[in-house]
């Protein structure tokens, strides 16, 4: 098991942007598939955005298209989301996960690590 550590999360108003990060403690990504997830109060986990172990292919949910941007640094000790126009619906817990699988990089089988989440909140 690989410890995921989210950060960045917080209280932004509609229309706003915010970066969050995912750190493996101790180690790189090299190698791994890395997703984002979200989930909020009362409804199911969601798969938001997800990079290839190689960096050259990403995927994104049809709902953050345009607005989220998923990357990772060049020495692949971090993986961020970058959140623009945020809406009240983007409100949720996210979840940073990593796998090997390489099956399906929108689905949550394709993880076995994930983090404790960080809380995004978007309102007025």
């Known amino acids: 098991q690989v410890k995921l550590v989210e950060s960045g999360g917080g209280l932004v108003q509609p229309g706003g942007s915010l970066r969050l990060s995912c750190e493996a403690s101790?180690?790189?990504?090299?190698?791994?598939?890395v997703g984002w997830f979200r989930q909020a109060p009362g409804k199911e986990r969601e798969f938001v955005a997800a990079i290839h172990w190689n960096g050259a292919i990403r995927f994104y949910a049809d709902f953050v298209k345009a607005r989220f941007t998923i990357s990772r640094n060049s020495a692949e000790t971090a993986i961020y989301l970058d959140m623009n126009n945020l809406d009240v619906e983007d409100s949720a817990t996210y979840f940073c996960?990593?796998?090997?699988?390489?099956?399906?990089?929108?689905?949550?089988?394709?993880?076995?690590?994930w983090g404790q989440g960080s809380q995004v909140t978007v309102s007025s």
């Open positions: 996960a990593a796998g090997q699988r390489n099956s399906d990089l929108t689905k949550i089988p394709e993880y076995d690590n």
């Open positions: 101790g180690r790189t990504f090299s190698g791994f598939n």
